[in-house]
């Protein structure tokens, strides 16, 4: 169901932004010949098919292993040092050695290092992992390999594969109502608003790209919509992988790095949004789902 949910949204997002970008570019190519209020639809088309096909091939080169390569680039990661490699590297070896015993095939992974202080990990595409100085400074090995365990279930089930597709699917769509807004608010930290910008806006989209307007406009509730989407299917997300870390042995490790740092996730906003749409769930019911599953395992 999980799968099926973020697919659909996948399939959504891509075709919002081919729309989008295909505004953009039926708006430019009318405005070279004039303008006109009315559609050619030909013309629409033919930018409609140029926008899917480059959403198309940007969400093949995201999902292919070329992505892995893209993707770290743009985030936060690096090399591991000879020190951070000594106490990876044998985490790594063990994780093999089960997963092959399990699933009778290897892991292909690369992994990196964030320096970040926060215990954090994170999987990227077909075979990229990162942990963070912060974990490798407090855990010991065998709660560096509950993390990276973790990690991997989330390669193992696709999910870094997905969000590097659906990154690709929705940047047009993410860039070209920032890119506006850039324009609309005067300044950021006062947001201010640029009404000599509006106005001018208003009588040139009337001619030159109207429709690009619309799908502007409606850019806002299809943003709030993946993301809603992408922040209710996490929290399951997170489970999958923390059961994975526990069919690969490193449950016990797992629950006692959570109850280590389990004082670190407070919690005090109200309100839904402010309550439900965290990107992982609270530390403490991650540790009761462990718990509850190795209770099932000790009984079954």
Known sequence: MINFARFTLLILVAAFSSMFLGSLIYSVRTA????????????????????????????????????????????????????????????????????????????????????????????????????????????????????????????????????????????????????????????????????AFIVFFFFVTLLFCSYFTFFWLVSFPVLWFMRSVEFFTEWPIEYRADRFTLEMGFGPAMVALFERIEDEDIRGETGFLSKYLYSHPPTALRIDQIERSMIKESNS
Do not use: C
Not at 76 to 96: D, F, G, Q, Y
């Open 32 to 195: 070279t010949d004039g303008g006109s209020l009315f559609l050619d639809i030909p013309v629409f088309l033919n930018s409609l098919l140029w926008s899917a096909g480059f959403i198309f091939i940007a969400i093949l080169l995201a999902a292919s292993p070329l992505g892995d390569r893209i993707a770290a680039l743009f985030f936060p990661i690096r090399k591991m040092s000879l020190r951070e490699a000594e106490k990876v590297n044998p985490a790594m070896a063990r994780l093999r050695d089960v997963y092959l015993q399990k699933y009778e095939r290897e892991i292909k992974e690369r992994v990196f290092v964030m320096d970040v202080p926060h215990i954090n990990g994170m999987a990227l595409g077909r075979q990229t992992v990162a942990v963070s100085t912060g974990l490798l400074k407090v855990a010991n090995d065998e709660e560096i390999a509950a993390i990276l365990a973790h990690e991997i279930g989330h390669l193992h089930h696709k999910d870094g594969l997905f969000n590097m597709a659906l990154i690709a699917a929705s940047f047009p769509t993410i860039f070209l109502t920032r890119l506006l807004l850039h324009f609309v608010i005067e300044d950021s930290e006062e947001g201010k608003i640029n009404l």
